[in-house]
């Protein structure tokens, strides 16, 4: 069964930095196109970055592009995503997602409903 698993998430003042962790077991993420998506309370869940699979391309939103990074260690079997200069607004629940076979984006990271794997999600708080 796959698994995902994420980490790193916590309390960060704005303008800190947090680096989250997507860790997989089960299963290689090689080919897999990993997501980052987030959900603050009474929103819907928003993609933040993508990662397609063998690592062809990287897509990130507009509100967090220039911010925040995306990045695979295959040794790992981890994608993490490395988040700078957060603000309040980037507080919310960030759930990775794994999808088999993604080599290419169009632009934008696949919905929310192209992932058939998440993880369980990991809280970030930006609040000083």
């Known amino acids: 069964q796959l698994e995902l698993v994420e980490s790193g998430g916590g309390l960060v003042q704005p303008g800190g930095s947090l680096k989250l962790s997507c860790t997989a077991s089960g299963f290689t993420l090689d080919y897999y196109a990993i997501g980052w998506f987030r959900q603050a309370p009474g929103k819907e869940r928003e993609g933040v970055s993508c990662i397609s699979a063998s690592d062809h391309s990287t897509e990130y939103s507009d509100s967090v592009k220039g911010r925040f990074t995306i990045s695979r260690d295959k040794a790992e079997n981890t994608v993490y995503l490395q988040m700078n200069s957060l603000q309040p607004e980037d507080a919310a629940v960030y759930y990775c997602?794994?999808?088999?076979?993604?080599?290419?984006?169009?632009?934008?990271?696949?919905?929310?409903?192209?992932?058939?794997?998440w993880g369980q999600g990991t809280q970030v708080t930006v609040s000083s």
């Open positions: 997602a794994a999808e088999y076979g993604i080599f290419t984006f169009h632009a934008t990271c696949p919905s929310v409903h192209s992932f058939g794997s």
